[in-house]
C-alpha cells in the first residue's frame, strides 16, 4: 500500500481489476416461475466506459423474463486462475438493477462486446439477443482471508 492509498482505495482498484480481467459471472436474477426465488445462470460480459457490465440476453431465457418482470440482480464474479482453491481466489458480487440498453447507446456497447466476445457475432445476427446494462448498486469483495469488504457503487466506476 502506498502512502496516498488507503485499503478502500486498493480493495476498489482490486475489484475493477477483476471485473476488468474476467468476462463470465453467474447472473442471479427474481424467478418468475417460482415467484421470490433467486435463479442463476452462467453469463458472459463485456464493460462500459465506466467499468458497468454490458450482457448480451435473449429474449428467450429465463434470466430475461426475470429481468423484465424484477430488474434486480446479482453478478458474481471469481477469478477463474483459483479454480484449484476458490476459496483462495478474489470474487466479487454486485448487487444492482438490469436494464435493456437504449438503441443509440448500441452501437458502443457493440463493440465493447464484440471485442472481448467476437464469437457473440453470430447471436447479433439474430433479431432475439439485445444489449442489457448492470447497473450497480454496492458490491462485495472478498480479496483473500479476512480481506472482505463492502464497496460503494462509485468505487467501481472505471477511473
Excluded: C
Excluded at 68 to 88: K, N
Amino acid at each position: 500500500m502506498t502512502a496516498t492509498s488507503s485499503p478502500s482505495d486498493q480493495a476498489a482498484a482490486g475489484a475493477r481489476a477483476l471485473l476488468a480481467a474476467e468476462s463470465v459471472g453467474v447472473l442471479s436474477t427474481v424467478s418468475v416461475r417460482r415467484a421470490g426465488t433467486p435463479y442463476g445462470s452462467i453469463t458472459p460480459y463485456a464493460l462500459a466506459a465506466d467499468g458497468a457490465p454490458l450482457l448480451l440476453l435473449s429474449g428467450l431465457a429465463a434470466h430475461t423474463h426475470n429481468l423484465q418482470a424484477d430488474p434486480r440482480a446479482g453478478l458474481f464474479v471469481g477469478d477463474r486462475s483459483a479454480a484449484a482453491d476458490p476459496q483462495a481466489g478474489a470474487r466479487l458480487s454486485l448487487l444492482g438493477q438490469v436494464a435493456r440498453l437504449p438503441a443509440g447507446a448500441e452501437p458502443d456497447a457493440r463493440a465493447r462486446y464484440l471485442a472481448r466476445w467476437p464469437q457473440a457475432a453470430q447471436y447479433l445476427a439474430l433479431s432475439d439477443f439485445a444489449f442489457w446494462r448492470f447497473q450497480i448498486d454496492e458490491a462485495r469483495l472478498v480479496a483473500g482471508f479476512g480481506e472482505i469488504r463492502w464497496l460503494p457503487a462509485s468505487a467501481l466506476v472505471m477511473k
